[in-house]
């Protein structure tokens, strides 16, 4: 008579013991992140130049790729999808904080967008000139005496009440020191001056003083006429070539998109080269559902080393022709090398 009862009781509670894993499947998060698919975004509402938007028919887009945590019934998901990826947090953000990685996707925008401003207004042929901000930290070693002091994604201003015109003249200022000489580093973190003082380290490259971290300049570009972009919490440099499209429709009132709707990805850079970027697959899948005609991709040069190091590697074109076949999409994928081929596509386009 007890075990029946036993029985009934186990039986009773299957219900809540169902419910309470659909739960924790759906809600208790893993230690793993899902790429896929993002946002499609129009960039008239991201780019002002003279204090005004772009009023011309069409539209540019940049597109995203969105990063969540997992879930057990996510991962599921995840793992049974064409267009999401199940990564490691090591795989996303490498041994950064999550405080770092922001930081970093944060820096690689503001470059993103100082370069396409850069590109555009030489295209428009209009004057500017560049500031230098300070040194960019992109890594620390732990070596350093000023670990935990200085982070990943400040940048530092002055050493010793010295400030520098490029991380050049910074570099071969601090090496020029005492190795175990007494520095103070004053940097902006977050928007706050802070200073930190510490000794001074015996580089392993080339045996002088260094303070241990990994930098590139902290550049801002002052343009003759007021170009502004905000792109809000979006990180990373990837929209630089939609950027630089935009900025130059704005200076030159062309009308360069001819009524069409144009979405599309990569870097540039202070060449107007167009630089390959990850995830480009799911940016194909956001831009085609959200109505784009066109999706200019990345056709990055495959390097030996890279061959070697991934042998099935393809072009970012390759990777997007791939993705436009596998959804039956008719959005036309059309590679790019620089900014100027995008713009010699764009001359080919029957106004709409």
Known sequence: MENRKEKLSIKAMLPLLFTLLVIGGILIPLPYYIEGPGTTENLKQFVTVDNKQDTQSGAFYLTTVSVRRATLFTAAK???????DLISKEELMG???????????????????N????????????????DFKGVYV?????????????SVGDTVISVDGKNFKSSEEFMDYVKSQKIG??????????????????????????????????????????????????????????????????????????GIRKGHDIAGTGTINSQG???????????????????????????????KEMKKEEPKIKTNYQEAKEA????NTTMKIVPVKTVQDALDYLETLKEK
């Open 181 to 254: 000489q007494e520095v103070t580093i004053s940097f902006l973190q977050d928007g706050i001056e802070k200073e930190a003082t510490g000794k001074l380290i015996e580089l392993p490259t080339d045996k002088k003083a260094g303070i241990g971290i990994g930098l590139t300049d902290h550049t801002e570009i002052k343009p003759s006429i007021p170009v502004e972009i905000n792109a809000g919490d979006i990180g990373g440099p990837s929209a630089g070539l939609m950027f630089t499209l935009e900025t130059y429709e704005q200076l030159t009132g062309k």
């Open 115 to 130: 370069a396409a401003i850069e590109q555009a207004l030489k295209l428009a042929d209009v004057p500017y000139k560049m």
């Open 138 to 150: 992109l890594g620390i070693d732990k070596s350093s005496n000023f670990y935990g002091k200085i």
């Open 324 to 327: 436009a076949a596998k959804i």
């Open 78 to 84: 995840a793992k049974l999808s064409k267009f999401e």
């Open 95 to 113: 041994s950064s904080s999550n405080s770092e990685y922001n930081r970093i996707q944060q820096y690689y925008m503001d470059s993103s967008k």
């Open 273 to 303: 080269i167009v630089g390959r970027i990850g995830g480009i697959d799911k940016k194909v899948v956001t831009a085609s559902e959200n109505g784009a005609e066109i999706f200019f991709a990345p056709d990055d040069e495959i390097t």
